[in-house]
């Protein structure tokens, strides 16, 4: 069981953006920037595009309104989105509110942010979905 599978499972905490029968939305609890949010798909598979077809298109209309309420809540040009999968074997997809193609790069430094913070910033995604 990954960690991602115990997040889902409510075995570990998170900061819940939003869920449905397939997927899980959650803040990364070690951001590039505030708004970092990772979509997780509920089926424990390693690699995104060994997904079921069903759940490669589905997993983009579920991110879109989450995508939209991250450009209402942050200074960004855009949210981008970037799939690596390296750090934990269970396919996700990254949100990431962006103003150039660098602020995608994880290399850099991750924020530290307090529950306090975390919990802001969750409640600001929220307020804003569609």
């Known amino acids: 069981m990954t960690i991602f599978s115990k997040i889902i499972a409510g075995e570990i905490p998170s900061y819940k953006i939003a869920e449905n029968e397939k997927f899980f939305a959650f803040l990364d609890i070690s951001p590039l920037v505030k708004g970092h949010v990772l979509i997780v798909t509920k089926l424990e598979i390693d690699k995104f595009f060994d997904l079921p077809d069903d759940y490669l298109g589905a997993l983009l209309q579920f991110a879109k309104p989450i995508a939209h309420s991250i450009e209402k809540s942050f200074n960004c040009n855009r949210c981008g989105i ?34 306090k913070e975390m919990k802001e910033i969750q409640q600001k995604i929220i307020s804003n979905l569609d």
């Open 82 to 115: 970037s799939v690596i999968g390296l750090e934990v074997p269970h396919a996700h997809l990254h949100l990431v509110p962006i103003n150039s193609a660098n602020d995608l790069n994880f290399i850099h430094d991750k924020l530290k942010l307090s529950p």
